[in-house]
C-alpha cells in the first residue's frame, strides 16, 4: 500500500468515526468500537473492548514486540462534546469533505487521533514492522466527562492494559508560526482542576422592596471581581522552557523579569496571548449561576460555580488563597466558598528519548522548525498514566492551517495535508520508537 493509499484510508476511518455520534453524555462509544473492531478483525490484529457501562465501550489492541523495551501506547478518546448543528455551516455528524477539509465534530478532538493512531498500527502490521516493543492502541469513553469510564477504569480494572514506558495522547503537536518560523508543541504537563462553588446568603422578600441585603447583587459582585481580575503569577519549569524555546527561534532576547509582558510579546494574536497567559498563573472562570425561582421573589441564596486551574506545584489551599484576596473582605463577608472537585497538576520530563525523536523527525519532515515543550491549560486523561510512572506526550502533529479555537467550538474540521502530515509524522515517530532497526528508512 503506498503512502497516499495510507492518506486515504486515514482519511476515510476519519469521516467514518464523524459519521458515529458520540456525543457525550449520553457517549454511546461502543459503537465507534465495533467500528474499530471490525477494522481489526479484518486486519488480523488482536484486541478486546471494555465496556463498563451499556454502551460505553473502550477498545484496546495490541501488536507484540519482542520485549526488549516497554510498549508504547497510542491513546486516543471516542467520546465528542456536544454540537449545534444550526450554529455549524456544515453537519457536525456528517464528516464531510469539503474544500480540501474533512469536517465534522472530533475532526480535531479527538477522533482525528483515534484515525491517525488505528492507521498507524494498521501499517505496522501490514509492512511486518520488527518491533522491539509493544505496540498499543486504545480508544477510550468519557475523556470528555472526566474519564471515569474511560482510562480511570481500565487504569483500575485492567491496568496491565494501558503499562507503557510511554505514551502518545491529544493535548499537543499544534504547530504555529511566529515571525515566519514554524514552532511545534508537545505537551508534557497539565493543569490540575479545583471546582468551586460561591454561595451567597442575602434576604429574602418581596422584590417589590428592593434592599441591600441581596444574595444575586452580593454573588454578583464576586462573580464581576473574579471574572475581572488576573491571580499572580507562578512562572514554572515548563512555561519557562516554552517561552526560551520560542524566543531563542526567533533570536530575541528573553527577560523573564515580567513574564506576562514577554509571553504578549512573544504570541502572534490575542487567542495565542491569552493561552500563552494561562500557563503562567491560576486561573479562576465563573461558568454557573442559579439564583431564584420567581421574578417577583428576592432569593436569600444564590450559587456560582467557578473552574479554577492549577499550576504544577499549586494546590487547592494555593488558589483558594489567590482568590480570596481577590474578592475581598467585604464581599466574602456574605459567601461561602466550598471545593466541589479538584484534580491534581500532572507532568512528565521533557528531556526524553521519545522527545528526541520527535524533534529529530521534525526536522527532517520541517527543516528549521522549532519543538517547544507545553503546559495545557485544561486536562486530559495523561493524568490516570502519569501518576503510574507513565512518560505521556501530547503530540498529534497538525500544520498551522488548523483552527484550534473550533475545538469544542462550531465548524471543527482539519485539512488533507494536515491528515497527510500528521501521518507522515506520527508514522515515523512510533517506527523509530518500536522498530528493531531504527536506522531502516521508509518511502
Not at 488482536?46 to 516497554?70: K, N, Q, T
Not at 491496568?159 to 504555529?176: H, I, K, Q, T, V
Amino acid at each position: 500500500m503506498t503512502v497516499t493509499k495510507w492518506t486515504d484510508l486515514l482519511r476515510e476511518h476519519l469521516q467514518n468515526l464523524i459519521r458515529i455520534d458520540t456525543t457525550n453524555p449520553p457517549g454511546g462509544e461502543t459503537a465507534a468500537c465495533r467500528y474499530i473492531a471490525d477494522v481489526l478483525d479484518r486486519a488480523g490484529i488482536e484486541h478486546r473492548i471494555y465496556e463498563p457501562e451499556p454502551g460505553r465501550g473502550s477498545i484496546v489492541a495490541r501488536l507484540r514486540g519482542d520485549g526488549s523495551a516497554r510498549p508504547l501506547l497510542l491513546l486516543s478518546h471516542l467520546d465528542v462534546v456536544p454540537a449545534e448543528p444550526e450554529e455549524w455551516s456544515r453537519d457536525p455528524f456528517g464528516g464531510e469533505l469539503a474544500e480540501g477539509e474533512v469536517w465534522g465534530r472530533g475532526a480535531l478532538d479527538c477522533k482525528g487521533a483515534v484515525a491517525l493512531w488505528l492507521t498507524v498500527l494498521l501499517r505496522a502490521k501490514e509492512e511486518g514492522l520488527r518491533l522491539k516493543r509493544d505496540i498499543i492502541f486504545a480508544a477510550t469513553a468519557d475523556e470528555e466527562a472526566g474519564g471515569s469510564l474511560g482510562v480511570g477504569w481500565l487504569v483500575e480494572n485492567h491496568p496491565e492494559e494501558l503499562d507503557a514506558e510511554y505514551c502518545l495522547n491529544e493535548g499537543g503537536g499544534a504547530s504555529m508560526v511566529l515571525g515566519g518560523r514554524t514552532f511545534f508543541t508537545y505537551q508534557t504537563a497539565e493543569k490540575g482542576i479545583c471546582w468551586l462553588r460561591l454561595r451567597a446568603r442575602g434576604v429574602g422578600g418581596h422584590a417589590s422592596v428592593p434592599h441591600g441585603e441581596n444574595a444575586v447583587v452580593r454573588l454578583a459582585e464576586a462573580v464581576a471581581r473574579l471574572g475581572r481580575s488576573s491571580l499572580p503569577v507562578h512562572l514554572t519549569e515548563t512555561p519557562e522552557r516554552f517561552l526560551r524555546g520560542i524566543a531563542e527561534g526567533l533570536g530575541r532576547d528573553l527577560d523573564l523579569s515580567d513574564p506576562v509582558r514577554q509571553a504578549r510579546a512573544l504570541a502572534g494574536d490575542e487567542y495565542q496571548a491569552l493561552t500563552f497567559l494561562a500557563m503562567l498563573r491560576n486561573t479562576a472562570c465563573p461558568t454557573v449561576l442559579r439564583a431564584g425561582s420567581k421574578t417577583n421573589v428576592i432569593p436569600s441564596g444564590a450559587e456560582a460555580d467557578v473552574d479554577c486551574r492549577l499550576l504544577p506545584g499549586q494546590g487547592p489551599e494555593d488558589v483558594l488563597r489567590e482568590v480570596r484576596e481577590v474578592l475581598g473582605a467585604e464581599v466574602l463577608e456574605h459567601l461561602e466558598l466550598e471545593v466541589v472537585r479538584s484534580g491534581q497538576p500532572n507532568w512528565s520530563s521533557a528531556d526524553t528519548e521519545l522527545a528526541a525523536v520527535i524533534g529529530e523527525v521534525l526536522e527532517q519532515k520541517r527543516p528549521g522548525s522549532v519543538l517547544v515543550p507545553l503546559l495545557v491549560p485544561g486536562a486530559t486523561d495523561a493524568r490516570y498514566l502519569r501518576s503510574r510512572g507513565t512518560t505521556v506526550y501530547g503530540f498529534v502533529p497538525t500544520l498551522p492551517d488548523v483552527d484550534e479555537r473550533s475545538v469544542h467550538g462550531v465548524n471543527e474540521r482539519i485539512s488533507l495535508a494536515s491528515l497527510a502530515f500528521g501521518l507522515e509524522v506520527g508514522w515515523e515517530v512510533v517506527r523509530r520508537m518500536t522498530g528493531v532497526e531504527r536506522a531502516h528508512r521508509t518511502p
